[in-house]
């Protein structure tokens, strides 16, 4: 059996990333390595992030540790909130606010092309760090469907699929297409080479 951590405790990433691992392998958060302090993210990439968090496990905690950081990037917002999505309506992170602020910022745009960037960065007990990354492009609606998901979900439509926002589509539609699952799947295929 594989075990992996990844730098994370948020409940919903872990539960997007499960269903995607194959037999074998098993994924740890940092509460089970007894990991309880908050991970360095002052990075200006998505990329950047991603390394920091992974590396900062790996050091201190001597495990593989994959991290992931994720960004909203929209067309008319010349490809904000980006790097700062979790914080786009300040450091108490809540989901809520920024949507809220995303929507009033793109109140009478034309243009509400967007695109989800995920970043994965797997460090290994070697000292490598690899990335992989994976994105779905979309757009964003006029105002929040769907009780699933969380984060931007509500009022992000990727443009694969038949109109319903990522918070209307169950956990297995949304992994079929979304930006972190594909992200996850080059660190899988990087992985089942070895």
Do not use: W
């Amino acid at each position: 059996m594989t075990k992996l951590c990844f730098a994370s405790n948020n409940e919903h990433k872990l539960d997007e990333i499960r269903p995607l691992l194959p037999a074998g392998f098993t994924l740890l958060s940092l509460a089970d390595i007894g990991c309880h302090e908050e991970l360095p993210e002052t990075q200006d990439t998505l990329a950047g992030n991603a390394r920091q968090k992974a590396e900062y496990v790996r050091q201190r905690y001597g495990v593989d540790c994959f991290a992931d950081d994720t960004g909203l990037e929209v067309t008319a917002l010349n490809g904000e909130p980006g790097v700062y999505s979790a914080r786009y309506a300040g450091p108490q992170r809540l989901a809520a606010d920024n949507v809220a602020k995303l929507l009033q910022e793109l109140a009478g745009a034309a243009d509400r092309s967007a695109r989800f960037r995920t970043v994965v960065a797997l460090a290994r007990a070697d000292g490598a760090t690899h990335e992989f990354a994976g994105e779905v492009a979309g757009h964003i609606t006029e105002d929040g469907r769907g009780a699933g998901g969380f984060g931007y979900d509500p009022v992000f439509a990727p443009a694969e699929g038949d109109g319903r926002t990522f918070a209307e589509m169950s956990g297995a539609e949304k992994n079929r297409i979304s930006h972190r699952a594909r992200a996850v799947a080059g660190l899988l295929a990087f992985l089942s080479t070895e």
